[in-house]
Nanobody
Framework: VQLQASGGGLVQAGGSLRLSCAAS????????VGWFRQAPGKEREFVAG????????YYEDSVKGRFTISRDNAENTVYLQMNSLKPEDTAVYYC?????????????????WGQGTLVTVSS
């Protein structure tokens, strides 16, 4: 499966963005999807994930209550709605997919990766 992340941009603190992860070349509805981010000079970190089977979601603590992950299997797309953005959310955001039943929080848990989309939050 091939993944294409989009929707990044420049936004002021407190603003919102919606990222999209569009898939092609596979039955996306059977993949668990995770969103990761990587800030300059830092390691790539898990942000949120959603399973394929029942749509169970999991969030990293710093984004709980601000970010929402969802999926539209008919459109082969997973979304990350980001509200109340903070400067520390600035990073390149990546989506990743794997045919697993649970949400992995390490980069090793995912076989397929999108190219990343840059989110910049100004103070």
């Amino acid at each position: 499966v091939q993944l294409q992340a989009s929707g990044g941009g420049l936004v002021q603190a407190g603003g919102s963005l919606r990222l999209s992860c569009a898939a092609s070349g596979g039955t996306f509805s059977t993949y668990t999807v995770g969103w990761f981010r990587q800030a300059p000079g830092k390691e790539r970190e898990f942000v949120a994930g959603i399973t394929w089977r029942v749509g169970y979601t999991y969030y990293e603590d710093s984004v709980k209550g601000r970010f929402t992950i969802s999926r539209d299997n008919a459109e082969n797309t997973v979304y990350l709605q980001m509200n109340s953005l903070k400067p520390e959310d600035t990073a390149v955001y990546y989506c990743a997919a794997d045919r697993r039943l649970s949400i992995g929080r390490s980069t090793d848990s995912y076989d397929y990766w999108g190219q990343g989309t840059l989110v910049t939050v100004s103070s």
